[in-house]
């Protein structure tokens, strides 16, 4: 990588006061544990893994499920046909529990460096925090009277270690208090504990009885430091220690081991005898060749662009790496109560919040964390199959709407007739290999789970009287009205179909059921439309039916499979002035979608359209209505304002919303309230935004928005900072286009100045420069590099 870019991300490191709780904690993570570093008073960590989750699922919930056939049995008189009833027919055995199972923080690491309460509390130090994102190492400082301890701490690739160092040599007698604690929480039972004479482990069972992990500790004095004795505490284990020490942490789970407290303790031995710094060396190696990839300049003017798309692709390293992949909340989650209130998820919502974390790894030339998607679902193969011959009597894999990492589905009930899952997790296996054309992956990878996904939808789909295949009753995402060929799974299944016919043909194949693909492709359904022209959720679904505006975009964006470029902007006009999500909580003359999926897929949609002003306006809106200090992002908008300011704009804009007609139940949406179903994301607190927590999909979704600008290679072209703002000055380096082709470019005052281009595996591409109208073609061979630096006056 150039020096200058190296100089570039150093200068995007994180420099924070630390928070105070871990919803606005600085991440450190491998992709297999991960870590929020706070600091209440003293210094705190929520320490999180991929493959610890609560793995239960209702009881009696698969024998509850209506198979395929039966509801379409009762859908069949049904008028208008909804799924409503399914909420009374596969209601559980009452429990406390919610059906969709929150997440389970592995430990709570505390360290203070004071006994004292009451007359001896001593004041609070300030803990400043320094996250060098192209080390991948976070640095704390704590500073008050004569005290100025330094601590050091990373997470290294392909391990199940967390590792910390303290020095304070001005000090070295202070004592300093270790707290490893099991996080409190009612539904698991009392951890076993283990303690040595530089060791510390419990072991947890989970729910259901059937799986557990183990959390150890090791403690490695340097400089003359010591360790003292342990104390035992409700579920959690005191140390005293003093002077400069290592602090090797481990995490296994019963998933990958056998013994997991006997192997979390050999792996901080392994970690003791290697060595703090030797340990801290690999990792470093390991960031620096990260970063030696895809990366950007947004140039003078951009900063917050430029911070947090750095930060984005710090968090996709450190969240993919070993399936299964992380849930909603990445691996950015921590204890919940009922005074620490906050999206958390454990498992999997197919409908897009488990595939939007995936989309920059193409473009931004990180494909191998495709793996880790790919291995998720094919880990869990087995299950997914049965569950899917039991509800619906075909092969392949249908994935339910929202589902743990065994494959096992969460009770849906109403919602769970959403049937995108499979194709949207397929369209971006399509990516990978639009993307890369790694042989390698696709054969591993990408062909046979894809292969399955079309498979389910092959079993589902007929042939009707018109000669054209249909869809079975789906509801579109996020409402209830039934509808044959359903908008969202048609556009994701076909760009499915056309990758898996392209590839059963590379291959050598699936010649059998290749004729049936490509025959499915001939005879595709028709993608709904308003009677104005814009995308609809489907042909039954009636005209003034309430909608979320975001899934509409879907045949346009993500899918691609439509290029009518009025029928996207109709849809974006119908979003603006009827869409459900559509927010009035802001200020004056202004509005936003009240979740970061919405205003991803609507920002990404104008992009696409090449609206330079309105693409550019989104981005920025993204960052303020979602983007947290921590440099990670929120779920739902929050938006810092004054209440009198928004609520004057909410009167003014009440009656822009119509009445929508919920159809599966005749109720009318309440248009003087614009606001219901979705509370008001506005606010005069300006701590609001560090008390949310973060979700994945929102890093990922910026993304994704910022690379666009820069790049674009949908529909077989290459475009050149499509969407940048005018006398944009700025470059990007190996970022990835479709056919494989890794581009590099410079621009200059809106002119741009170098491009190199260089295929990976041989093909053909075709350029378009910025403003103009033709196309240069080209043909490269494998590894051939095309460079061209125009005259620029």
């Avoid at 990839?293 to 790496?321: H, P, R």
């Avoid at 025959?519 to 309430?546: E, M, N, R």
């Avoid at 810092?640 to 009440?654: G, K």
């Avoid at 119509?658 to 606001?675: T, V």
């Amino acid at each position: 990588m150039k020096k200058s870019m190296i100089g570039l991300i150093r200068r995007q490191d994180w420099h924070y006061t630390a928070a105070r709780d871990w919803r606005d904690g600085l991440l450190l993570g491998n992709g297999n544990i991960g870590a929020l570093a706070y600091a209440p008073s003293h210094l705190e960590w929520v320490l999180n893994k991929v493959d610890i989750f609560d793995p239960t699922v209702e009881n009696g919930l698969m024998e509850k499920m209506t198979p395929h056939a039966e509801f379409l049995r009762r859908v069949g008189a049904m008028n208008p046909k909804n799924t409503l009833f399914l909420n009374a027919l596969e209601d559980a055995p009452l429990s406390r529990r919610p059906g969709i199972r929150n997440t389970i923080s592995a430990a709570v690491l505390r360290l203070r460096f004071w006994q004292g309460i009451g007359w001896a509390a001593p004041p609070a130090p300030l803990v400043s925090q320094h996250l060098s994102l192209y080390d991948g190492v976070l640095e704390e400082s704590m500073d008050a009277h004569l005290f100025h301890p330094k601590i050091k701490m990373f997470i290294p690739r392909d391990t199940g270690l967390f590792c910390l160092r303290i020095s304070e040599s001005a000090a070295p007698s202070r004592e300093h208090i270790f707290e490893l604690v099991r996080p409190a929480n009612e539904i698991l039972p009392e951890p076993v504990w283990k303690i040595g004479e530089s060791t510390v482990c419990f072991h947890q069972q989970l729910p259901g009885g059937k799986s557990s992990y183990a959390v150890a500790a090791r403690f490695v004095p340097r400089n003359g430091g010591t360790v003292g004795a342990e104390q035992h505490l409700c579920n959690a284990s005191e140390r005293l220690q003093s002077g400069d020490v290592d602090f090797f942490l481990a995490i296994r789970s019963s998933y990958e081991s056998a013994d997991p407290a006997g192997d979390a303790l050999r792996e901080t031995e392994r970690a003791a005898a290697e060595g703090f710094d030797s340990l801290e060396e690999k990792h470093q190696k390991w960031w620096h060749a990260y970063w030696d990839n895809a990366y950007a300049d947004f140039g003078s003017g951009n900063g917050k662009i430029q911070q947090y798309f750095t930060f984005g692709l710090y968090e996709l390293a450190s969240s993919f790496g070993k399936a299964p992949m992380p849930g909603l909340n990445g691996l950015s989650y921590g204890p919940l109560n009922e005074q620490t209130p906050g999206v958390s998820y454990q498992g999997y919502t197919h409908d897009q919040n488990a595939q939007i974390p995936a989309m920059p790894f193409f473009p931004l030339n990180r494909v191998q964390f495709v793996r880790t998607l790919a291995d998720t679902y094919l880990n869990c193969r087995k299950n997914l199959r049965r569950h899917t011959r039991r509800l619906f009597n075909c092969e392949g894999i249908f994935l339910p709407l929202t589902m743990n990492q065994l494959g096992q589905e969460y009770p849906g009930r109403s919602y769970r007739y959403t049937l995108n899952g499979s194709a949207y997790t397929g369209m971006i296996l399509s990516m990978a290999w639009r993307y890369s054309h790694d042989p390698v992956l696709l054969q591993e990878k990408i062909y046979p789970l894809l292969r399955e996904f079309v498979m389910f939808y092959t079993g589902i789909m007929k042939k009707g009287e018109d000669g054209v295949y249909h869809l079975d009753w789906s509801v579109p995402p996020e409402i209830f009205t039934l509808t044959r060929d359903e908008s969202s799974t048609l556009a994701m299944l076909k760009v499915c179909l056309e990758t898996l016919t392209e590839t059963a043909v590379i291959l050598r194949r699936d010649r059998k059921r290749l004729s049936l693909w490509q025959d499915i492709l001939a005879h595709y359904p028709q993608i709904g439309k308003t009677p104005s022209g814009a995308f609809w959720c489907g042909p039954d679904v009636p005209a003034d039916h309430y909608f979320y505006g975001g899934h509409l975009l879907y045949p346009f964006f993500p899918a691609g499979i439509c290029g009518d470029r009025g029928a996207a902007a109709k849809t974006l006009a119908l979003i603006r002035a009827e869409a459900v999500e559509r927010s009035f909580a802001d200020r004056h003359g202004q509005w936003h979608l009240n979740h970061e999926w919405s205003m991803f897929l609507y920002t990404a949609a104008q992009i696409r359209l090449g609206d330079r002003e309105e693409g550019q306006r989104g981005i920025e809106r993204f960052l303020e209505l979602f983007a947290k200090e921590n440099g990670l992002f929120s779920h739902d908008p929050i938006l810092i304002a004054d209440p009198m300011e928004t609520e004057a704009n909410a009167e003014l804009n009440a009656g822009r919303l119509r009445n929508s007609r919920r159809w599966c139940d005749g109720e009318i949406l309440d248009a003087a309230n614009p606001e219901v179903p979705h509370p008001a994301c506005a606010t005069s607190n300006p701590d609001a935004k560090r008390l949310a927590p973060a979700v994945l999909e929102g890093s990922s979704s910026f993304l994704f928005l910022a690379a666009e600008t820069l790049l674009q290679s949908h529909g077989g072209v290459i475009s050149l900072f499509p969407c940048v703002p005018q006398g944009f000055t700025g470059s990007f380096e190996r970022f990835l286009a479709e056919g494989a082709f890794e581009v590099s470019a410079a621009m200059k005052k809106g002119k741009v100045t170098r491009v190199k281009i260089r295929s990976l595996h041989g093909g053909v591409f075709q350029l378009l420069w910025p403003g103009a109208s033709k196309r240069l073609k080209k043909e490269l061979a494998a590894n051939e590099v095309f460079e061209y630096k125009p005259t620029v006056k």
